[in-house]
């Protein structure tokens, strides 16, 4: 007798052993510690990726769930009754191990924001059944429990706090196309308010990117800017097929596309501007050249890598804009985009959330792949420290830059006096020191003087007090060496009014950058 027969008696026992009802427990409570009953509990097998059908499937009364499910792994979903029972987010538990029981005890929700308002098609009339999606600022997707508006065109969706994305996709409706529309929320609380969001009539816009040998590009990304506001447009679903071909929804307007393919592709993108849209509009091929990677790392002053500088980069010989795709510095600084060969001009933009400022070099030559690193400036483009002293009527004379950073080479650099007695001579001593600013404030310039002070009449009628100026101009050196130096200057009025004849203005502190 064959083995496979002797066992043929026992896998009716296997197979009732592996398929065995497990039971999955939990409890769960609104962020107040309370119960939360008629939550929905949703289970996915995350080695087949199947959902599971379930029975009993809700939280009781006090907000307890028991669900039978075969052994496996799984992630719970746990989605909360509307408002007004609870105003909490979705929450997914990943990586459930259920081997005969699994006890998740108490799980809390997160407390959500409230978006409502009302959408209306072009007609006037509401807009039913339009999809709303949320994306968080990371880029990823969170699925709400409501994700649509009812017969009167409300909606009342709940979202997790902080920054979103609204976004309202009505490209699925039968009454006429219309173009999707995107909010930004950058610190979305309880609650907010959309009022009535009108619709607008939407327009196909299509367009086939191919290579520079007539091949079809796969996933290239476009970006579409309306030219009249500078916002950019909401176009999901915006990326090239296997055939190289992509139509986006636009409403009337003037536009410029940008075409962006994969860093992988080694492409260059380009930029298609104006596209007036009033009706269907089609934009024919597109052929992307090969390009080349530009590539390095962006540190500080003191060596210290910079995140999220942001990359712009233009053909010297044409002032065309080339268009990068993602191209920030990463968490060590690093950045790599493609570009075209030639002379181009690279402006390093730092984040807002540092004290760096912007880089723009000129006559960057590119023949090749070229690692190209750079070191932004914590540059001070001019601050007031320290206190200063009243002259006749009470006023402070305040002493300003008369523009931009103090840039190495600059000519045009300067302070401007003001609030000074009108008519009255100033003395302007100005100075740097070998370093950042260390010293205290009461130091009225650098160690080291640029020059003799300067003395200067105001204007304004003489004897008027807080009407006197006078913008003095200090041309910067070009002394590579003294980049990232801490500039000081103060201005003394001779005001007879004064304490001791003389009123002062704040200390001006600011820092010598490169570019």
């Known amino acids: 007798m064959r083995l496979s027969t002797l066992l043929l008696p026992l896998l009716p026992v296997l197979l009732t052993a592996t398929a065995q009802a497990d039971v999955v427990t939990g409890r769960v409570l609104d962020a107040a510690g309370q119960p939360v009953p008629g939550c929905n509990i949703d289970m996915r097998d995350e080695v087949t990726g199947n959902d599971m059908v379930l029975s009993n499937d809700s939280t009781n009364a006090l907000g307890v769930f028991s669900i039978a499910v075969p052994t496996g792994l799984y992630q719970v979903t746990i989605t909360p009754p509307p408002p007004p029972v609870t105003v909490s987010v979705v929450k997914s538990i990943s990586d459930v191990v259920v081997v005969i029981a699994a006890n998740l005890g108490d799980i809390s929700l997160t407390p959500g924001g409230l978006l409502t308002g009302t959408i209306l098609l072009p007609s006037g009339q509401p807009a039913v059944g339009v999809n709303l999606d949320i994306e968080l600022a990371d880029g990823s997707e969170y699925i709400p429990a409501s994700e649509g508006t009812d017969a009167l065109g409300h909606f009342s969706v709940v979202a997790p706090q902080g920054q979103i994305f609204f976004q309202i996709r009505p ?36 367009l086939t990117v191919l290579d520079s040998s007539n091949a079809p590009v796969f996933n290239a990304d476009l970006d579409v800017t309306d030219l009249i506001t500078g916002m950019q447009v909401f176009t999901p679903s915006d990326n090239t097929d296997p055939g190289g071909f992509v139509d986006v929804i636009l409403p009337a307007g003037t536009f410029e596309i940008e075409v962006e393919p994969r860093f992988v592709d080694r492409l260059v993108g380009i930029l298609i501007s104006p596209v007036t849209v009033v009706g269907t509009t089609l934009l024919g091929q597109v052929n992307l050249d090969s390009g080349v990677v530009l590539s390095g790392t962006v540190t500080n002053i003191a060596g210290q890598a910079l995140a999220g500088v942001d990359l712009d980069i233009f053909d010297q010989s044409t002032g065309a804009e080339i268009p990068l795709g993602p191209d920030n510095s990463n968490s060590n600084g690093q950045y790599a985009v493609v570009v075209s060969t030639g002379i181009l001009t690279v402006i390093y933009t730092p984040s807002p959330a540092g004290t760096e400022v912007p880089l723009v070099e000129l006559d960057v030559v590119v023949t090749g792949d070229l690692v190209h690193n750079v070191q932004l400036l914590d540059c001070n483009c001019g601050t007031l420290r320290g206190v200063g002293t009243a002259g006749t009527g009470g006023h402070i004379p305040r002493l300003m830059t008369t523009g931009a950073c103090p840039t190495l080479g600059d000519t045009s650099w300067g302070v401007t006096l003001t609030q000074g007695l009108g008519g009255a001579l100033v003395v302007v001593r100005v100075g740097i020191d070998s370093g950042p600013s260390t010293v205290g404030v009461g130091q009225a310039t650098g160690s080291l003087l640029l020059g003799p002070p300067a003395i200067v009449q105001l204007s304004g009628t003489p004897g008027a007090p807080g009407v006197g100026s006078a913008t003095l101009a200090l041309p910067m050196q070009t002394d590579p060496s003294m980049a990232g130096m801490t500039l000081r200057a103060r201005a003394v009025v001779l005001d007879p009014g004064a304490r001791r004849g003389r009123s002062k203005s704040r200390v001006l502190v600011a820092t010598l950058c490169s570019q």
């Open 171 to 206: 490209e699925t409706l039968t009454v006429s196309l219309l173009a999707p529309e995107q909010f930004e929320l950058l610190n979305l609380g309880a609650s907010h308010n959309f009022g009535t969001i009108n619709l607008r009539a939407g327009f196909w816009a299509e």
